[in-house]
């Protein structure tokens, strides 16, 4: 599914960005359903805000819509995530992330679990996130920045707070997809516009390691019941200790 120079940034990079992955009508249907369940929640008191409350992600987006069900078993996004990480990885979590007007730079981090696993972590990649650009990404308005090929230092990881002279901004046009191994130094940045750039985060785990979010435990039984195989898989289905799919 990717091409040999896809697969060639990822392993020297740790990264790369597919250009028009998502349909303009997907877009639109993501975000606005993105934006309706930011707004619910934060009605509601349960908003999931940081970023000096200038950023809002929501949680568990499998279990929030059938356009996530569907969104989450792109192919191609599917390919690149088993290329990273084998044939029969998951989910380790859906969240949608919006970096709104004002909000400070994101903390350059690697992702959950890397940070709490013993130095030197293993050379292959063990976790990838897909950032789904549902807004164009600029310089101004908080596209993702990281550090390429930091995802080859196998100790220790980013100081949170720091800038690092080789760092880049990874801007992009709507309905593109950027792949990113999890090892790689990234984060979002700040928002200096006056409008929220809204992205989704697909986060993928190889298929032993335990996810960020407890799929088999979250999904309603709605979701199970119409799930396909493929989703299944990437809920958990297949990977519970000691049992056959
Ligand atoms: O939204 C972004 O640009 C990246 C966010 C990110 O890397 C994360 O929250 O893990």
Redesign the pocket.
């Known amino acids: 599914m990717l091409t040999d120079t896809e697969k060639s940034q990822l392993d020297k990079q740790g990264f790369t960005l597919l250009p028009d992955v998502i349909p303009p009508d997907d877009v639109g249907e993501l975000r606005r359903s993105s934006m309706m369940l930011a707004a619910d929640e934060r009605a509601s008191g349960r908003g999931a805000m940081y970023l000096d409350d200038r950023a809002q992600r929501v949680w568990n987006l499998v279990n929030k819509g059938e356009p996530f069900e569907r969104a989450i078993q792109h192919p191609r996004i599917l390919g690149a995530m088993e290329y990273l990480l084998g044939g029969d990885c998951t989910l380790s979590s859906f969240t949608v ?1 919006i ?1 709104g007007p004002g909000a400070p730079n ?1 903390h350059l ?1 690697i ?1 959950y679990p890397l940070r709490l696993m013993p130095d030197p972590r293993p050379s292959f990649p063990l976790v990838a ?1 897909s ?1 789904w650009l549902l807004d164009d990404f600029t310089l101004e308005n908080g596209a ?1 920045r990281l550090v390429p090929g930091s995802h080859l230092r196998l100790e220790g990881g980013p100081e949170p707070e720091d800038n690092y002279d080789d760092e880049v901004q990874i801007c992009g046009t709507k309905g593109s997809v950027l792949i990113v191994n999890g090892a790689l130094w ?3 940045s700040a928002n200096r516009t006056d409008g929220d750039r809204v ?1 989704l ?1 697909g986060f993928f785990c190889r298929s032993f390691m335990k996810p960020q979010q407890d799929h088999l435990k979250l999904a309603s039984n709605e979701v199970i019941s119409r799930a396909s195989p493929t989703l299944r898989r990437l809920l958990g289905f297949n990977s519970m200790p000691g049992a056959t799919p």
Do not use: A, E, R
């Open positions: 992330n970096i994101g981090h992702d996130n950032v993702t990234h984060g979002s992205g985060l």
